[in-house]
């Protein structure tokens, strides 16, 4: 509290947090979108690691194989494929945004969905494909 002039007490307004607002698609989007921009920077670096093993020659190659197709590995590899696939397709309603279309609430809301909805089925689309 922050004392005025003639010495009372006055409140100040709080902030707004996260435990009055309500989740939505398009706060979960944005969120998403920033945590996917991250993991992309640790799986690349995990991809450079990778060539690296590859440049060293068939034993460091194969150790990399072994640890990339267990189940650590493919789980790893999952959600890289899903953070590239998510970021991708959010960064295109992102680029739809700035021709000034899609912006009305429920254009957002629907859009945020469909990035969710494509980007695991591009992955699991890819999964099945690189596995089966």
């Avoid at 010495?7 to 989007?29: D, E, F, N, V, Y």
């Avoid at 920033?34 to 799986?43: D, I």
């Avoid at 640890?67 to 789980?75: D, M």
Wanted: charged share 10%; glycine share 8%.
């Amino acid at each position: 509290e922050q004392p005025m002039a003639d010495g009372a007490a006055k409140p100040r307004p709080l902030s707004p947090h996260l435990q009055i607002w309500r989740w939505t698609p398009t706060m979960a989007a944005s969120i998403t979108h920033r945590a996917t921009g991250v993991a992309l920077y640790a799986g690349a670096i995990l991809l450079a690691i990778w060539f690296f093993a590859a440049a060293l020659g068939p034993a460091p190659y194969a150790f990399a194989a072994k640890l990339a197709t267990s189940t650590f590995g493919l789980i790893v590899l999952f959600g890289f494929c899903w953070s590239l696939a998510f970021h991708a397709l959010n960064g295109l309603r992102h680029l739809y945004w700035d021709t000034g279309r899609g912006l009305a609430p429920k254009m957002a809301t629907t859009t945020a969905w469909l990035v969710y909805i494509a980007s695991f089925s591009m992955t699991a689309g890819i999964f099945v494909f690189a596995i089966g």
